[in-house]
């Protein structure tokens, strides 16, 4: 649904877009997968942009490695869960700072093609998400962690992704909205939506996107943004 994305601008580019001070440096991410840090923006703390690992880890987990998926939250039934449910209704939302995300269509014999989707009409915009925070029994050192949530696919996303899910994109006013602390969370969750085909961009990219970045074997760089030539580009 939405394992990988990017957050490709410098800060001076997030900063005008977001006026608030940035916490730590930032480095911009071709290829941001799980357990790699983003950029969030939070309820509670909305004049800060923080750093925060990909794929939540419940405060009730035995240590910071992740047992489940809890990077992809699906909008429809988070409500209904025991693990969403309480960061829903406490305000535990934020936003997730983004450029594009890519999603693999699938061929025969596992072979994947990936595809980046960006916004057509703002190069930064920003995805619905939750965070929680993880706090280490022996040290006591806090760990925050952010999962992104999902809506039923467009078009656009859908004749790429096999399950037909998307992330959440929410325009200028609903970000405001997402992170209200005082709207009742029935209102916040009016925002979940599936955003408009028509004003989001699909191009075919390198199968190098495919393998997520290590220390050991390095894949982050801006040429992973370069666009097949096919007439699949919309």
């Excluded at 706090?135 to 096999?162: C, M, S, W």
Aim: hydrophobic content about 40%; aromatic content about 10%; charged content about 25%.
């Amino acid at each position: 649904m939405c394992a990988r994305y990017t957050l490709t601008a410098e800060e001076k580019e997030i900063l005008k877009n977001h006026p608030h001070q940035i916490q730590g440096e930032w480095t911009p991410n071709y290829n941001l997968a799980i357990t790699q840090k983003g950029l969030v923006i939070t309820a509670d703390e909305p004049d800060i942009i923080q750093q925060m690992a990909f794929g939540i880890v419940p405060y009730f987990a035995e240590s910071l490695k992740l047992t489940r998926d809890t990077w992809n939250i699906k909008s429809e039934t988070a409500m209904e869960s025991k693990l969403w449910r309480p960061l829903l209704v406490n305000h535990k939302t934020c936003l997730v700072l983004a450029d594009s995300f890519y999603e693999w269509k699938e061929f025969g014999k596992g072979e994947k093609q990936p595809y980046r989707f960006t916004v057509k009409d703002r190069k930064l915009f920003c995805f619905a998400g939750l965070w929680s925070q993880w706090v280490d029994p022996e040290t006591n050192e806090k760990f925050r962690t952010y999962g992104i949530l999902t809506t039923e696919a467009n078009t656009l996303v859908g004749e790429i992704h096999a399950k037909k899910r998307m992330p959440v994109i929410l325009t200028k006013q609903e970000e405001a909205i997402w992170l209200s602390k005082i709207l009742p969370i029935a209102s916040k969750m009016l925002v979940l939506d599936t955003f408009p085909e028509g004003l989001m961009k699909r191009e075919m990219v390198s199968k190098r996107v495919n393998a997520v970045s290590t220390l050991k074997k390095p894949n982050n760089d801006s040429d992973l943004l370069l666009p097949l030539n096919t007439d699949d580009d919309l």
